[in-house]
């Protein structure tokens, strides 16, 4: 599904949040929206959740604009936000319609996507951190969204875990080509998965640039290439100092 922003604001108690933001995503589009805290990038992602509806401008949503929360959104929060009373695969078909068998077999082949096969009589207080967030993937996913908004997903996690649950993603995103959101302040991350990454800065937060990648999600961790985009980023953010006084 395709996602536009149009002229997007948001004040909260006369205060602007964000201000005029204009982008879109194609189907199947990884944008990573990137910048310094508090210029804005949970804001957004919750008015296009449709679970902020107190914003100026329009959202639509494979063309058509709303303000409702769409049911083929799917979000994924920095903390897993597991029922803690609920097993592993309670807390998967939790809120599902539809024949309770489908809906339990169903959230048993993606906690296997995930990776966690054997895991779905556990309660999240025995999982480690990247098995609960690997919960949340499965949740989400297990309605299939065509759009997936991720509010940095990995930022709580070991950087191996990061890592592997990356690589996660990208597998799901391979079999679901769903339109992804990525909010996060990992910029090697945006490299890495990224279509395009959309910059903002100031508060109230204003897009700055949009970079795209054009060997998106072929740049190996590490190569120098990635490097090349991270500096393009860290010089647009201000925050390569080094560069300016030599
Ligand atoms: N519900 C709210 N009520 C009042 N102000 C809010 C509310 N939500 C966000 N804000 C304000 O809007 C601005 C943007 O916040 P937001 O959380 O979207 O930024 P962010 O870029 O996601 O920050 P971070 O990277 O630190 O998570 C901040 O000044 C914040 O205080």
């Known amino acids: 599904m395709s996602l536009e922003l149009r002229d997007v604001s948001r004040t909260f108690d006369g205060k602007t949040a964000v201000n005029n933001i204009n982008f879109s995503a194609n189907p199947g589009e990884i944008i990573g929206l990137l910048g310094t805290s508090g210029c804005g990038k949970s804001t957004l992602l919750r008015a296009i959740s449709g679970l902020d509806r107190g914003y100026d401008g329009e959202i639509a949503i494979n063309g058509t604009t709303t303000k409702a929360v769409h049911e083929k959104v799917g979000f994924i929060f920095q903390e897993p936000r597991l029922f803690p009373w609920l097993t592993v695969l309670e807390n998967v078909t939790f809120g599902l319609k539809g024949d309770k068998q489908d809906m339990t077999a169903r ?5 296997e996507s995930v990776g966690l096969k054997g895991s779905e009589k556990l309660y999240p207080k025995q999982l480690s951190g990247g098995m609960a967030q690997r919960v949340a993937i499965a949740r989400a996913l297990v309605t299939s969204p065509e759009i997936l908004l991720l509010d940095e997903p990995f930022s ?19 079999t679901h080509q769903s339109t992804i959101v990525l909010v996060t302040h990992d910029i090697d991350e945006t490299t890495y998965l990224c279509d395009r990454i959309i910059i903002l800065r100031g508060q109230p937060g204003e897009i700055d640039k949009e970079i795209e990648i054009s060997e998106a999600r072929n740049l190996e961790r590490g190569s120098e290439k990635a490097a090349f985009y ?5 010089d647009s953010l201000d925050l390569n100092k080094q560069s300016s006084r030599i």
């Open 107 to 111: 959230a048993i082949e993606y906690l």
């Open 230 to 234: 991270k500096k393009e980023i860290l």
């Open 156 to 174: 709580a996690l070991d950087a191996f875990t990061k890592m592997q649950l990356q690589d996660l993603l990208l597998d799901v995103w391979k």
